[in-house]
């Protein structure tokens, strides 16, 4: 089973998961977290707690900075 991870950089990489695999394990395979937002087939997820099944897209998005 696999998760296509799309980055900051729009670089993309597949991550095998299995049945517990939440969107901050992922993210934590190929990136530092935590200052972006994270997305699961193009819906802002709480990444702790969302589970990624097998085809899913998991998007990481930089927070916009505030002036």
């Not at 992922?26 to 990624?52: A, C, E, H, M």
């Amino acid at each position: 089973m696999t998760v296509t991870l799309i980055g900051p950089d729009n670089a993309r990489s597949t991550v095998s998961i299995s049945n517990d695999t939440t969107v901050r394990d992922v993210v934590t395979s190929k990136y530092d977290l935590f200052w972006q937002t994270t997305k699961r087939n193009g819906t802002i997820v709480d990444p702790f707690t969302t589970k990624v099944s097998d085809g899913d897209t998991v998007t990481i998005e930089e927070m916009s900075e505030r002036d």
